[in-house]
T-cell receptor, first 116, second 116 residues
Framework: GAGVSQSPSNKVTEKGKDVELRCDPISGHTALYWYRQSLGQGLEFLIYFQGNSAPDKSGLPSDRFSAERTGGSVSTLTIQRTQQEDSAVYLC??????????????FGEGSWLTVV | AQKVTQAQTEISVVEKEDVTLDCVYETRDTTYYLFWYKQPPSGELVFLIRRNSFDEQNEISGRYSWNFQKSTSSFNFTITASQVVDSAVYFCALVTASGGSYIPTFGRGTSLIVHP
């Protein structure tokens, strides 16, 4: 696609349920990033993929969070047993190559998650 | 360790005023990249500019200009003759060439409100 595509745009879920957020990066981009932005806060790094592997998972806040990427393209961020503090915008981004520091990363519009 | 500080949480101006958004960064690397992104109310971060550490030339793009000063570790962003459409949250980001994963570190953002 022309840009980074994320779905769903908005998700309201009950506490304790699992949610899956999907990211479709720009075609040809090998690097994919997940960030979280809580209300009025900055961007919190969650995980980074280079191809299908995740060399940096350091930002995942707990073992309830996991992510995978298949075929070097689409990625899914899964949050198990959601808690109210998980409410945030989850932003996905991609860049041409993650192993070049100068590559610009491009963001999707985010998935707004509300846990009630 | 790398760090980006955007000390201004919120700036409010009246249309046609000039406004400068500050960005101060910390890194021990000599090779790094700095970015500015705009996040309008729709949520998607829009790439504005990238600057590498070896290029201290200032840049002007229409009403936007950027002042990069390595001596003060700053990469400030000025909007001339601000307009209501400039209202957004602006993020400064840093990527260093060490570490291998090149994960961008973002500041907490500056919310710019331009009143008509």
């Amino acid at each position: 696609g022309a840009g980074v595509s994320q779905s769903p745009s908005n998700k309201v879920t009950e506490k304790g349920k699992d949610v899956e957020l999907r990211c479709d990066p720009i075609s040809g981009h090998t690097a994919l990033y997940w960030y979280r932005q809580s209300l009025g806060q900055g961007l919190e790094f969650l995980i980074y993929f280079q191809g299908n592997s995740a060399p940096d998972k350091s930002g995942l806040p707990s073992d309830r969070f996991s992510a995978e990427r298949t075929g070097g393209s689409v990625s899914t961020l899964t949050i198990q047993r959601t808690q109210q503090e998980d409410s945030a915008v989850y932003l996905c981004a991609s860049s041409l190559k993650g192993n070049r520091p100068g590559n610009t990363i491009y963001f999707g519009e985010g998935s707004w998650l509300t846990v009630v | 360790a790398q760090k980006v500080t955007q000390a201004q949480t919120e700036i409010s101006v009246v249309e046609k005023e000039d406004v400068t958004l500050d960005c101060v960064y910390e890194t021990r690397d000599t090779t790094y990249y700095l970015f500015w992104y705009k996040q309008p109310p729709s949520g998607e971060l829009v790439f504005l500019i990238r600057r590498n550490s070896f290029d201290e030339q200032n840049e002007i793009s229409g009403r936007y200009s950027w002042n990069f000063q390595k001596s003060t570790s700053s990469f400030n962003f000025t909007i001339t003759a601000s307009q209501v459409v400039d209202s957004a949250v602006y993020f400064c980001a840093l990527v260093t060439a060490s570490g291998g994963s090149y994960i961008p570190t973002f500041g907490r953002g500056t919310s710019l409100i331009v009143h008509p």
